[in-house]
């Protein structure tokens, strides 16, 4: 009797064991970013196309926590709200991306332009303004109000970081903007997009998306 008992309580002792793995398997696997595939900007709901220019901006807001849970970073809570952007080109010439600027207007006409990467490692580590001031490149060392190397992945695989789209093809990322304090953000919110350039180095024509909430 006690070389079955033991050998029940080795049984259940492994079973809970390996219960336990399986568990932090699936929330290191859940939680690790992967950034969404992007199609053309034209099969979005929302985007906007300039035939004449070959080019087509598109957005797609990840305002729910359904879509929010690709990233293990809690942006809602601190603040931000991502958009997934997406610029395609079918022209016969490439884009230049470096000086464009994503700006969202709320239904109340407030101007928000994208956040930097420097503003949303501060809010990361709730560090303000006037706070101490890190190094470019961001500390990847554990310091007191430092953000976590995991964070700090997910933010630079997230975001938008191309600076050309070549001829017929697409580039796509994430653009965060600072709604803190804002009830509804998308409520009458139009998003804008400008400093696209041609190969002669002339500006596109401004991109404007409502968002039609």
Same mark, same amino acid.
């Given at each position: 009797?006690?070389?079955?008992?033991?050998?029940? +309580?080795?049984?259940?002792?492994?079973?809970?064991?390996?219960?336990?793995?399986? %568990?932090?398997?699936?929330?290191?696997?859940?939680?690790?970013?992967?950034?969404?595939?992007?199609? #053309?900007?034209?099969?979005?709901?929302?985007?906007? /196309?300039? %035939? &004449?220019? $070959?080019?087509?901006?598109?957005?797609?807001?990840?305002?729910?926590?359904?879509?929010?849970?690709?990233?293990?970073?809690?942006? *809602?809570? /601190?603040?931000?709200?991502?958009?997934?952007?997406?610029?395609? $080109?079918?022209?016969?010439?490439?884009?230049?991306?470096? *000086?464009?600027?994503?700006?969202?207007?709320?239904?109340?006409? /407030?101007?928000? #332009?994208?956040? %930097?990467? &420097?503003?949303? @490692?501060?809010?990361?580590?709730?560090? $303000?303004?006037?706070?101490?001031? @890190?190094?470019?490149?961001?500390?990847?060392?554990?310091?007191?109000?430092?953000?976590?190397? +995991?964070?700090?992945?997910?933010?630079?695989?997230?975001?938008?970081?191309?600076?050309?789209?070549?001829?017929?093809?697409?580039?796509?990322?994430?653009?965060?903007?600072?709604?803190?304090?804002?009830? %509804?953000?998308?409520?009458?919110?139009?998003? @804008?997009?400008?400093?696209?350039? &041609?190969?002669?180095?002339?500006?596109?024509?401004?991109?404007?998306?409502?968002?039609?909430?």
């Amino acid at each position: 009797m006690l070389q079955v008992g033991v050998g029940a +309580k080795a049984r259940v002792r492994f079973a809970m064991l390996v219960a336990v793995v399986s %568990s932090v398997a699936v929330v290191l696997v859940a939680k690790e970013f992967v950034k969404p595939a992007a199609k #053309p900007a034209k099969s979005y709901l929302l985007h906007d /196309e300039h %035939s &004449d220019e $070959n080019t087509t901006a598109a957005v797609d807001p990840y305002d729910d926590a359904e879509k929010a849970q690709i990233f293990s970073v809690k942006w *809602n809570e /601190e603040g931000f709200l991502p958009i997934f952007l997406v610029v395609t $080109n079918d022209s016969d010439q490439p884009i230049s991306l470096a *000086n464009m600027q994503a700006q969202l207007i709320t239904g109340h006409h /407030e101007k928000i #332009p994208a956040a %930097s990467n &420097d503003e949303l @490692y501060r809010r990361l580590a709730h560090v $303000n303004a006037s706070g101490p001031k @890190y190094p470019l490149p961001f500390p990847r060392t554990k310091v007191k109000g430092a953000v976590g190397k +995991k964070a700090l992945e997910e933010m630079d695989a997230a975001q938008f970081s191309a600076k050309a789209v070549e001829p017929h093809s697409t580039q796509s990322g994430f653009v965060f903007f600072d709604v803190g304090g804002i009830s %509804s953000p998308l409520s009458g919110a139009r998003f @804008y997009l400008t400093g696209l350039r &041609d190969a002669k180095g002339g500006e596109l024509l401004y991109f404007e998306i409502p968002f039609q909430k």
